[in-house]
Antibody, heavy 122, light 108 residues
Framework: QVQLQQWGAGLLKPSETLSLTCAVY????????WSWIRQPPGKGPEWIGE???????NYNPSLKSRVTISLDTSNNQLSLNLSSVTAADTAVYYC????????????????WGQGTLVTVSS | DIVLTQSPGTLSLSPGERATLSCRAS???????LAWYQQKPGQAPRLLIY???NRATGIPDRFSGSGSGTDFTLTISRLEPEDFAVYYC?????????FGQGTKLEIK
């Protein structure tokens, strides 16, 4: 069973760049889309974006100008960078396994990382 | 973008009772492109249902999903103590994928 373990800085100042990494164990990056999702305190999740094993990306337009998702296939990891953060970016951030590349529109999330609370405060 | 609205915001029931949770989409969603998740405090969401009515691996059969078009339902036939949590629906019919704001199922 695939397991996702994530890490990164939990406290940022406004205008800094959020950087998180997620390692995939018990499975491979190939064949799937891999997403980042965030959840502000007390609110529903918000999808940030996804990347396929071949490096194709798809971002939420609301964050697209500030987001970069990348893969490190040699280490079976994916990363998230979110630039110019503000207090509105305070949330728990999750990595998650999403759709199967060869099956269109199969973009539910069946495996999740443990979550990283990122707080933006001056 | 597709907006998902869940109701009620909070549902108070007792163990053994039946729970019915609603998810309404702002535009038509293909019947196969709707998922449900359960989230407990301090944990990541857990996939319950995909394709509107298919249970994920290991999910008990007291959980069922139904619906079509813009209206979808998650039903828990007989509540167990471990079922009290927050539930979210998610559409993957079109990008950006979106989640509802959640229904909190609490013990009455």
């Amino acid at each position: 069973q695939v397991q996702l373990q994530q890490w990164g800085a939990g406290l940022l100042k406004p205008s800094e760049t959020l950087s998180l990494t997620c390692a995939v164990y018990g499975g491979f990056l190939s064949g799937y889309y891999w997403s980042w999702i965030r959840q502000p305190p007390g609110k529903g999740p918000e999808w940030i974006g996804e990347i396929s094993h071949s490096g194709n990306t798809n971002y939420n337009p609301s964050l697209k100008s500030r987001v970069t998702i990348s893969l490190d296939t040699s280490n079976n990891q994916l990363s998230l960078n979110l630039s110019s953060v503000t207090a509105a970016d305070t949330a728990v951030y999750y990595c998650a396994r999403g759709g199967i590349v060869v099956v269109p529109s199969a973009n539910w999330f069946d495996s999740w990382g443990q979550g990283t609370l990122v707080t933006v405060s001056s | 973008d597709i907006v998902l609205t869940q109701s009620p915001g909070t549902l108070s029931l007792s163990p053994g009772e039946r729970a019915t949770l609603s998810c309404r989409a702002s535009q038509r969603v293909s019947i196969t492109h709707l998922a449900w998740y359960q989230q407990k405090p301090g944990q990541a969401p857990r996939l319950l249902i995909y394709g509107a009515s298919n249970r994920a691996t290991g999910i008990p059969d007291r959980f069922s999903g139904s619906g079509s078009g813009t209206d979808f339902t998650l039903t828990i036939s007989r509540l167990e103590p471990e079922d009290f949590a927050v539930y979210y629906c998610q559409q993957y019919d079109s990008s950006p994928y979106s989640f509802g704001q959640g229904t909190k199922l609490e013990i009455k």
